[in-house]
Structures are given as C-alpha cells and as structure tokens.
C-alpha cells in the first residue's frame, strides 16, 4: 500500500504516479520533518517582516513636516469669505481669485460735465465800455448791448431818452412789414414814384427822408405808437425819441424773428448792409464779423445802432450821442471806433 493514500487512476499512459509529485508536494514533505516549536518561530519571523515592510511605505508617503499644519496665507485669512475648497478648482479657480490674472474691462468713460457758457457781457467788458465813456464825458453817450441767446439788456452812460434821428426808421419799416403781414398793405403796393418795399429800402440803405415820409404816412400816426407800444415801447413819432435800450430791444427782435415773419426779416436786415454811412461802427468791426445798422445823424445829435453777427453768436450794439463838434467831427467817430474796439474784442 502507498503511503500517500489510495491508488489513482489515469486515462493515459503518460502519467504516472511519480509525475505528478511537485515541488510543493516535497516542501510538505519536508515541513512534516520539523519540529512544531521551529514553525512557530518561523511565522512570527515572517510576521514581523511584513510589518516592517508596511510601516516603510506607509512613511514613504507621508511628507516630513506633515504633522505641521499648512501655512494660510495673510490675503486668504483676511477674508472671510474664503473657500475652503478654492484648490480643488484647478487653473481657473486660481485666476479668478487673482484680479491680474483675468484681463480688466476698460472702465466706462464718464460723460462730459458741460458747464453753462459764461455770459460773454461781464464785469470786465462793463469796465472797458465805463472807461471809454468816463474818458469821453465832453459828450452825451448811451450804449446799450443784448446778447441774443439771453435778450438780456446792458446799459451804459446816459439811459435816458435821445432825438433817435435816423436809427427811427427800422422802427417804421418793421410797421410797415406788420401791416404787410396783416394783410393790411402790400410791398408791392404803389406808393410815391415807386412801390412801398422800394420805398423802405430807400429809407433804411440811404436813409432817404423822402421814403421815410412816405412810409410814416402809410402806417398812420395812431399806427406807429400802437405798433411801437405792442412792443413794450412808448413812442411818439412827432418827438421821434428812444432810449439806448428801447432801440436795441426793436434790434433784438428783428434779429431773432419775433418781429417779422423769415422772408421779411431777411429783407431787412439785407438793406441794413452795405448802407450810405459805414464810418462809424462798421469801420471798427474786425473781419469775420458781420454788421447790420443804421446810423442816424440830426443836429448834434450821432448814432448807430448794429447787429453783430459770427457764427452762431450775435449781439445788438447801439451807440447814441449828442454833442457839439460838428456834424461829422473826427473825435467823436474815434468814441464810436473805441467803444466797437472794446465790444468786439470782448465779445468775438
């Protein structure tokens, strides 16, 4: 009988018995010849080994100051609304928390604060226009300004009212346009030797005094003081008298077209160009200036009332003056070319 138990069978000849036998099967073999108190040994051996090789990997792995906690840096204490997961995000968490990292959207330009404009007539032109007329006391001077945008009126010197003279006569041709405009008249009308709108270019461009008794007849006495005083100005033709500053305001509304319709206003102040007198005021405008007046010359009495324009920018300036060095005298032009000089300069 074998000692390794029952015999087996097997269905081909080429396995035996013996061949069968490995290597496993020897150690077996050879284990059964130690003593018990060996094996015991011999698997604590193993044992403590295997616990040895763990606790290496173990500490492998773990860094050397890993019982230290991580340092937090001061933007990230700072905060309390820091994350506590803010690494676990990857590249883009980190350039989110970095305001550099991401380019900045260009900061929206504010809108520009445009300041009101100053007024252009101001306490320094008050004092030139004041230093010119004290230096000219010898005569009567009154001057009056109005800044369009504003229609606010600037008096000087004498404020009262003056023979107007000639400058009168814008006053009845803007009658005469009224009743045009009221279907009460016509330009074409025939009046004297010509027609009405004839006449008034007549009066206005060569102050013909001929036209002007034409026009004043057409518009009637009782015509003229209630066209004059529906503008807020007491006149009375037999005297022919006004202010500065009532000329300058009839000017002003010319000029801004409250007075007459466009078509007429423009006529107008088309005949007030380019008139049979440009020594006064037109012959100290500055280029790049446009003038529209009338001058008016009586006994000793000198005016001219104008319209300065550049651009958008326009300004009524009326000089009124009495005196007595002759009809056309070349010192008191010089007031007139002083006082233009002053305006023009702090005005353009």
């Known amino acids: 009988m074998d000692s390794w138990g029952p015999g087996r069978h097997y269905s081909s000849g080429r396995h035996t018995r013996k061949s069968t036998r490995g290597a496993g099967w020897r150690l077996l073999g050879l284990m059964g010849g130690i003593r018990p108190q060996f094996l015991i040994v011999l698997v604590a051996v193993l044992g403590l080994v295997s616990t040895a090789t763990v606790y290496a990997a173990i500490q492998a792995r773990v860094p050397v100051d890993a019982a230290a906690p991580p340092a937090t840096p001061a933007s990230a204490s700072a905060s309390p609304y820091a994350s506590a997961d803010a690494g676990a995000a990857g590249p883009l968490a980190a350039a989110a928390a970095t305001p550099s990292a991401l380019?900045?959207?260009?900061?929206?330009?504010?809108?520009?604060?445009?300041?009101?404009?100053?007024?252009?007539?101001?306490?320094?032109?008050?004092?030139?226009?004041?230093?010119?007329?004290?230096?000219?006391?010898?005569?009567?001077?009154?001057?009056?300004?109005?800044?369009?945008?504003?229609?606010?009126?600037?008096?000087?010197?004498?404020?009262?009212?003056?023979?107007?003279?000639?400058?009168?006569?814008?006053?009845?041709?803007?009658?005469?346009?009224?009743?045009?405009?009221?279907?009460?008249?016509?330009?074409?009308?025939?009046?004297?030797?010509?027609?009405?709108?004839?006449?008034?270019?007549?009066?206005?461009?060569?102050?013909?005094?001929?036209?002007?008794?034409?026009?004043?007849?057409?518009?009637?006495?009782?015509?003229?003081?209630?066209?004059?005083?529906?503008?807020?100005?007491?006149?009375?033709?037999?005297?022919?008298?006004?202010?500065?500053?009532?000329?300058?305001?009839?000017?002003?509304?010319?000029?801004?077209?409250?007075?007459?319709?466009?078509?007429?206003?423009?006529?107008?102040?088309?005949?007030?160009?380019?008139?049979?007198?440009?020594?006064?005021?037109?012959?100290?405008?500055?280029?790049?200036?446009?003038?529209?007046h009338k001058y008016g010359l009586l006994n000793g009495y000198l005016h001219d009332a104008s319209i300065l324009v550049q651009g958008e920018r326009a300004f009524v300036f009326v000089v009124y003056t009495l005196g007595w060095d002759g009809p056309e005298g070349a010192a008191r032009r010089n007031v007139f070319h002083e006082l233009t000089g002053k305006v023009t300069a702090g005005l353009f």
Do not use: C
């Open 103 to 292: 380019p900045s959207a260009p900061a929206p330009t504010p809108a520009p604060v445009l300041a009101p404009p100053a007024p252009a007539i101001g306490p320094a032109l008050d004092a030139e226009i004041n230093a010119v007329l004290t230096a000219n006391s010898g005569y009567r001077v009154g001057v009056a300004l109005i800044d369009v945008r504003d229609g606010a009126v600037h008096e000087y010197g004498v404020k009262t009212k003056f023979v107007a003279a000639s400058t009168g006569k814008i006053l009845a041709a803007a009658a005469y346009y009224h009743l045009v405009e009221t279907g009460k008249a016509s330009l074409a009308a025939r009046m004297g030797a010509s027609t009405a709108g004839q006449q008034i270019r007549q009066m206005v461009q060569q102050s013909n005094n001929e036209s002007w008794a034409l026009i004043l007849n057409a518009v009637g006495y009782n015509g003229l003081t209630d066209y004059a005083a529906s503008l807020g100005i007491p006149y009375d033709r037999t005297v022919n008298s006004l202010t500065p500053a009532e000329m300058a305001k009839i000017l002003a509304e010319l000029y801004s077209g409250r007075l007459l319709n466009p078509a007429n206003t423009a006529q107008l102040l088309s005949y007030m160009q380019k008139t049979n007198y440009e020594r006064l005021i037109p012959a100290a405008v500055p280029a790049g200036v446009s003038v529209f």
